[in-house]
């Protein structure tokens, strides 16, 4: 069988495949005819990626009964952010040449900028607070409660997405699906634990 540890290792190495890929492509002149707009992609989809497969994680670990999936999501969610870090850097950096001005124009003006922004800083705090002594500092209630955020961030990822694209919308609509069906089943076991809170306000 093989342990946690190692399945950890595998899923830290494939989570940095993606950047790995990037890097040797932008060194072999592999990146297209716009090397700066398909970093900015990847980057962006990859991060889109990593917090829908966050979300998903309770989920398939409630419907599988696989306990141990919950070990893997820290290290998920950590990759979301990381990738956001570097879709955030390509765009200030090689897209806009951190001309403040401009920047700040273009999330006023842009509504898909202002959206892309929104789902970036909210995925600050849920990275500063992923450590275990923030867990036990804030206490499992407000913990949980500051990392329901995660719906707000890859919503206003999927909206970024969506307002981004010109006249194909497959993509993002693919993304927004995946979106509805695990804000559904939060929805679903929100309702359930309220009716076992009920029923058993009303047994005693
Ligand atoms: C301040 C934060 C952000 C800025 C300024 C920003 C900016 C951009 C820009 C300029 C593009 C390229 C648009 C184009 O090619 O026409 C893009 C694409 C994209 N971004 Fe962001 N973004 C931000 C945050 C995010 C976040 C947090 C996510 C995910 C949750 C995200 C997901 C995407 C996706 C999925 C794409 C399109 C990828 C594709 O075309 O395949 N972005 N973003």
Not at 60 to 86: E, S
Not at 121 to 150: D, E, N, Q
Request: proline share 3%; hydrophobic share 50%; aromatic share 14%.
């Amino acid at each position: 069988m093989v342990s946690v540890k190692a399945w950890k290792s595998l899923l830290f190495a494939a989570g940095l495949a993606p950047v790995g890929y990037l890097a040797w492509a932008a060194a072999t002149g592999n990146l297209g005819a716009n090397p700066i707009e398909q970093i900015t992609r990847e980057t962006g989809v990859w991060t889109l990626r990593f917090l829908l497969v966050t979300l998903a994680v309770s989920p398939v670990r409630r419907v599988t009964h696989w306990n141990d999936a919950i070990r893997f999501r820290r290290m998920l969610g950590l990759f979301a952010f990381f990738y956001g870090v570097l879709h955030l850097v390509t765009y200030l950096w090689l897209d806009q040449f951190f001309d403040w001005a401009a920047i700040v124009k273009d999330v006023y003006k842009r509504p898909f900028i202002t959206a892309g922004a929104t789902a970036f800083l909210v995925m600050v705090p849920l990275a500063v607070t992923s450590t275990a002594g923030m867990i036990r500092r804030l206490g499992g209630k407000t913990w949980r409660r500051v990392h329901r955020l995660v719906y707000l961030s890859a919503t206003a990822g999927v909206v970024h997405y969506w307002w981004l694209v010109k006249a194909d919308i497959r993509q993002p609509r693919n993304y927004a699906v995946l979106l509805a069906v695990l804000l559904g089943y939060r929805a679903y076991e929100i309702a359930g634990s309220k009716r076992a809170r009920g029923s058993e306000a009303r047994s005693t």
